[in-house]
């Protein structure tokens, strides 16, 4: 089946440093990739639609100067949350499909702690 | 407003019983459905869906599902648990292309 990898799995960083997380396609192209937060014993909560060649567009709350989102191929979206500070420990997932009514896949998500 | 509800926060079941895991949505239209399952500290894993067709869905693992339009429902079930199935489960719908919403998850146990 399909999968989606996603890069690391886990990262600590410190308060006000960026941090990238990678979340690729392995066997199918997708145009569209979603970033989603969830915290500990939550549901999980989208963050953005990752668009392969444009802007990502954000749902309502979420700041996209911090949570930046680049979707530069068919196979390969990245968030990066910059000035990190505590508050955005959490686990980051995405998810990615290939036309409305196929399955989609998540990655193994990313645990994010900032110190 | 496009709204999953999983009105239970645990299930508690013992193995070999069979186990039912409540799905309720609230879509205009016709709605594609999800289920899917996440182990401690990983992502998600898939289980089924519905999208059109026989209402009795059958997935991954054992488990099924079944469509219910008048009851909007997409409850999950497997006729015999396994303690191996103790996980948390999301149902989703589809909102707008691959827009997932999802429920509020429901916390399995299965008792040996």
């Known amino acids: 089946g399909a999968v989606v990898s996603q890069h690391p799995s886990r990262v600590i960083c410190k308060s006000g440093t960026s941090v990238k997380i990678e979340c690729r396609s392995l066997?199918?192209?997708?145009?569209?990739m979603f970033w989603y937060r969830q915290f500990p014993k939550q549901s999980l909560m989208l963050m953005a639609t990752?668009?392969?060649?444009?802007?990502?567009t954000y749902e309502q709350g979420v700041e996209k100067d911090k949570f930046l989102i680049n979707h530069a191929s068919l196979t390969l979206s990245t968030l990066t949350v910059t000035s990190a500070h505590p508050e955005d420990s959490s686990f980051y997932i995405c998810?990615?499909?290939w036309g409305t009514g196929n399955t989609i896949y998540f990655g193994e998500g990313s645990w994010l702690t900032v110190v | 407003a496009q709204s999953v509800a999983q009105p239970e926060d645990q299930v508690n079941v013992a193995e070999g019983n069979p186990l039912t895991v409540k799905c309720t949505y609230s879509?205009?239209?016709?709605?594609?459905l999800f289920w899917y399952v996440q182990y401690p500290n990983r992502g998600l894993q898939f289980l089924l869906k519905?999208?059109?067709?026989?209402?009795l869905v059958k997935g991954s693992y054992g488990f099924e599902a079944e469509f219910n339009k008048s009851q909007t429902s997409f409850h999950l079930k497997k006729p015999s648990a396994l303690v191996s199935d103790s996980a948390l489960y999301f149902c989703?719908?589809?909102?707008?292309?691959?827009?997932?919403?999802f429920g509020t998850g429901t916390r399995l146990q299965v008792f040996p």
């Open positions: 998810s990615a499909g």
């Open positions: 879509v205009s239209g016709n709605p594609y």
């Open positions: 519905y999208i059109t067709g026989d209402n």
């Open positions: 989703a719908v589809i909102f707008n292309t691959d827009k997932l919403i």
């Open positions: 066997d199918f192209q997708a145009t569209t």
């Open positions: 990752s668009n392969e060649g444009s802007k990502a």
